[in-house]
């Protein structure tokens, strides 16, 4: 009847404990490299993104912010090899947080004319955004490796992924498709002399149970629209669960069902993987910038746009198969949905047959979450607002991917 696209961000990851956030990366290559640094037995310290003298002593510096501090306010002691990732650490060091991939991208438009006119600026930052994507897919297999997951987060999640099909979390048009096609299945079967020559066989659980409600009650189309409203259909129909992950780990493994027929994308890659190797740049077609690079006729601008990857695996022709397929409703859990992936994600939530959005929040204390700014990121990915409107769901019908007594408990075992 419907498909179910479970859609996954770093923030699944985050909520099963996982430290997979840029800031963590960061703030780990520095912690490690602070520590690196002092242990050294010469007088230089090298890798592949800076080299220096070692002729500070500890004491000099607190904690590794404040070595982050002096190798990116002082040049005369080291010689940096990684311009791109210096500028990502001045930023983590000002602002306390950092989006790697829009960095890259604002970082793309400086290259171009007439700001910049040398070809081996963009070559230089394309190498730079190579080794910072080496550096994370090491990181992400340690600490996923690292990882225990608490079972109260999978049992909380499952029943986000199992949950029924609430018929008022659908779009207008979306419901007026499926009162159709359950009208079509019952009318026979509807008032109080039936067509006996139908078997009722074939009909679901849930088709049986409205004809029982209505036992010699005549109706029409439009009562069953409003009488759908507010029903729910449990999982006596076939609602196959289809996992679109735009993270590079393999969580949602906690979570599929082979009876159920469950299927996964790895839209952007998986960890050490030949045959799907990570995505990592931007994937904003829609901004008027990109038409811009378009233009310039230089491949190398195009080096890390998602989309052009896509063309490496099968992955986004299996997408395009599952959205064309039939009616869905997609479950956003931990993605921001912002700008980085609009391209993507304005072809699924455009889609003719997309008929509901429900955002699963992050739920930071009793009066504050982050349900608004997920629409808001939403909102940005619709080009058709009336769309936008219909088939988001509203905050009343929603709620957190992991509630607040599940953090303190999970927390509490810590």
């Known amino acids: 009847m419907i498909n179910r696209i479970i859609l996954i961000g770093n923030g699944f990851d985050l909520a099963h404990g996982i430290p997979t956030s840029y800031w963590d990366f960061m703030h780990n290559y520095w912690m490690k490299s602070f520590t690196d640094y002092y242990n050294l037995r010469g007088e230089l310290y090298k890798c592949e993104e800076f080299e220096t003298i070692k002729e500070i002593p500890k004491s ?34 000002k602002w306390d947080w950092v989006d790697v991939e829009t960095a890259y991208y604002n970082e793309l438009l400086f290259c171009k004319p007439p700001i910049r006119t040398r070809q081996q600026d963009i070559v230089k930052l394309n190498k730079d955004f190579e080794k910072v994507k080496d550096l994370l897919e090491k990181y992400l297999t340690k600490v996923v490796d690292e990882t225990i997951i608490n079972r109260q987060i999978i049992t909380a999640v499952k029943s986000i992924i199992r949950e029924d099909l609430f018929l008022n979390d659908l779009s207008e048009n979306g419901l007026s498709q499926i009162t159709d096609e359950i009208y079509g299945r019952i009318k026979p079967f509807i008032g109080p002399e039936p067509d006996k020559n139908i078997d009722p066989y074939y009909l679901t659980k849930f088709e049986k149970e409205i004809l029982k409600d209505h036992i010699n009650f005549e109706f029409d189309k439009k009562y069953l629209f409003k009488y759908l409203r507010n029903k729910s259909i449990t999982n006596d129909i076939y609602m196959p669960i289809n996992f679109l992950t735009f993270n590079y780990t393999n969580i949602e493994d906690n979570y599929l069902d082979e009876e159920n027929d469950d299927s996964v994308i790895h839209i952007h890659g998986q960890l050490n993987s030949e045959n799907n190797p990570i995505i990592f740049g931007y994937g904003d077609e829609l901004d008027d910038s990109y038409k811009e690079i378009e233009k310039l006729n230089n491949n190398h601008f195009l080096d890390n746009v998602k989309s052009i990857n896509y063309a490496n695996t099968n992955n986004y022709k299996r997408l395009l198969e599952l959205v064309n397929s039939g009616l869905f409703q997609v479950y956003v859990l931990g993605h921001s949905c912002g700008n980085s992936d609009r391209t993507l994600l304005n072809t699924i939530f455009e889609h003719d047959n997309c008929v509901s959005i429900k955002p699963f929040f992050y739920q930071e204390t009793e009066v504050k979450d982050d349900y608004l700014k997920i629409y808001k990121n939403i909102s940005r990915n619709f080009n058709d607002k009336a769309k936008l409107r219909d088939r988001v769901v509203n905050k009343q019908l929603c709620r957190p991917m992991i509630s607040l007594d599940i953090q303190k408990a999970v927390k509490e075992k810590k």
Request: aromatic share 24%.
């Open 60 to 93: 000099y510096f607190k904690d590794h912010k404040e070595f982050i501090a002096y190798l990116t306010t002082y040049t005369d002691s080291h010689k940096k090899l990684n311009n791109f990732f210096f500028k990502l650490s001045k930023h983590l060091l």
